[in-house]
């Protein structure tokens, strides 16, 4: 062997050090670490969080659009299989989780999806982590990540699902919980608002962990869905299943680039609300038919519908939101409606309206959020059983207010974007019965809100009508709709 090729060796023919290699930045995996963080430490929610940063990255013309989608599939895949990677990744540390500071378990979990998770070589992950590591932990706790990931690394998915799950057999809420990584109680909660047996939780709970298509909405008298497919291209666009407003975005895209969405005469919006607030409008109420209250109209979303479905028959609508900056949202989701409007900032429970003001009334009222987890799955890991006791006062005193709004003989729609049982009929059938401290007994009835779906099936035995991601293709939105009797 020459000298130039011989190891260095200090005078006493001993081996020398390495030199210290500089930890080098991925990108991606930067970005994908930096909304995690936002996610932990701030309560942030992924899909306000990631955009931005999206499109910072994308001013480094070195980043490409598959980087993008990359750092968009570790964000929402470590986020939407926490519960199971926290189990396995738990098996392989010698402590409590809860003692493992939250950044080295961030990189453990990137580290974790990318071996379980995705196509990518077990060796350029496990580089690509520990790499990830030394920058943002520094070399000691970058070796730990090694070993953690090297010991995970030891195991497909399915073989580590047999290692730290409960048989079916044995605990089958458990089981589903870790298979499918929700919390326990949500299993529980998701499979009592379903019913059924095995298979149709989880297929839901299959559902909730897929990446939702981005569905576009034409405001009627703005835009078309056929202007939506043009301007999304024909190979990329499909019509939405039930709504004939719909336009899913079937490769994903940037809704924001169209100019029916900057413009507001498009909006992006699942079709599970499209259909909620085309019921509203579509259920007949008896006489006049001429002022609309959207009572929890904040982003605005529904409120931009029905008012173009308002406009198309002359009627005013009001929207109310109690927080300011919401409110200026619904306002420019409303801006340039063809129809008289008003966006108010007020809150339902104390509204500034007389009784009886309205003929339409929508109260799509503040909720868990489980029926939107394919969006936000980390809210699945942020709420708590108890959290249902908190909302559940708000919203038994929203619908109380909006049966007060509403002139007899008119509607109220009474919507949430979630399944819970504690949220939906629960909340409906107390306010009808009077039950609660100090309330009494509502002269109302409820309306088989199932025809003002036309078209979409599986709805249930009614009155009342509650979509799902494995049957509609939609977020899990819960619709009871009443008419004032007296």
């Not at 990631?50 to 990359?70: I, T, W, Y």
């Not at 580290?111 to 077990?122: C, D, F, K, S, V």
């Not at 291209?233 to 969405?261: F, K, Q």
């Not at 028959?313 to 009001?318: D, I, N, P």
Request: proline letters at 8%.
């Amino acid at each position: 062997m020459s000298e130039q090729s011989s190891p260095r060796r200090g005078a006493a023919g001993e081996r020398q050090a390495k030199p210290h290699r500089r930890p080098k930045k991925d990108p991606v995996r930067m970005l994908a670490f930096e909304v995690l963080r936002a996610v932990d430490e701030r309560d942030a929610y992924a899909n306000l969080v990631l955009p931005p940063l999206l499109r910072k990255a994308r001013q480094d013309e070195s980043f490409q659009a598959r980087d993008a989608a990359l750092a968009t599939e570790l964000v929402y895949g470590t986020l939407r299989r926490q519960g199971t990677y926290d189990a396995v990744i738990s098996a392989c540390v010698d402590r409590p989780l809860r003692e493992v500071d939250p950044p080295v378990l961030d990189v453990l979990s990137l580290g974790a999806h990318q071996l379980l998770g995705t196509r990518i070589p077990t060796h350029a992950a496990v580089s690509a982590s520990v790499e990830l590591a030394r920058v943002v932990l520094g070399d000691g706790r970058a070796k730990f990540v090694n070993a953690v990931l090297r010991k995970i690394a030891a195991h497909d998915l399915d073989g580590w699902l047999e290692r730290v799950a409960p048989p079916y057999e044995e605990d089958a809420e458990e089981h589903l919980a870790v298979y499918h990584s929700h919390p326990r109680w949500v299993v529980s909660a998701l499979w009592d608002a379903l019913g059924g047996g095995r298979a149709g939780i989880e297929d839901l709970l299959e559902a909730d962990n897929e990446r939702p298509e981005v569905t576009l909405v034409a405001r009627p008298g703005r835009s078309t869905p056929e202007e939506l497919v043009a301007a999304v291209g024909e190979d990329s666009a499909l019509p939405g299943r039930w709504s004939p407003y719909a336009v899913r975005m079937a490769e994903g895209g940037e809704p924001g680039a169209l100019e029916a969405v900057r413009d507001g005469r498009a909006g992006v919006q699942d079709e599970g609300s499209q259909l909620v607030a085309m019921a509203m409008a579509a259920v007949p109420v008896e006489g006049r038919d001429e002022r609309w209250l959207d009572g929890c109209a904040g982003p605005g979303g529904k409120a931009a519908l029905l008012g173009a479905l308002a406009a198309q028959r002359g009627a005013f609508l009001l929207a109310s939101e109690k927080q300011p900056h919401r409110a200026r949202l619904v306002d420019r989701a409303l801006h340039g409606n063809p129809g008289p409007y008003q966006v108010i900032a007020a809150d339902g429970t104390r509204p500034p309206w007389r009784p009886g003001s309205f003929d339409r009334v929508l109260m799509d009222v503040p909720c868990s959020g489980l029926g939107a987890l394919r969006r936000r799955p980390e809210a699945r890991w942020r709420r708590r059983p108890q959290d249902m006791e908190g909302f559940a006062p708000l919203q038994r005193g929203l619908l109380r207010e909006a049966l007060s709004a509403v002139r007899v003989g008119g509607v109220v729609g009474y919507a949430t974007c979630s399944p819970h049982l504690a949220e939906t009929r629960v909340v409906v059938d107390d306010v009808l019965k009077g039950r609660g401290a100090g309330a009494s007994p509502v002269s109302a009835e409820l309306i088989d809100a199932r025809p003002y779906m036309a078209g979409v099936p599986a709805l249930g035995d009614g009155p009342d009508v509650q979509l799902w991601p494995h049957l509609h293709g939609t977020d899990a939105m819960y619709l009871a709709l009443l008419r004032r009797t007296a």
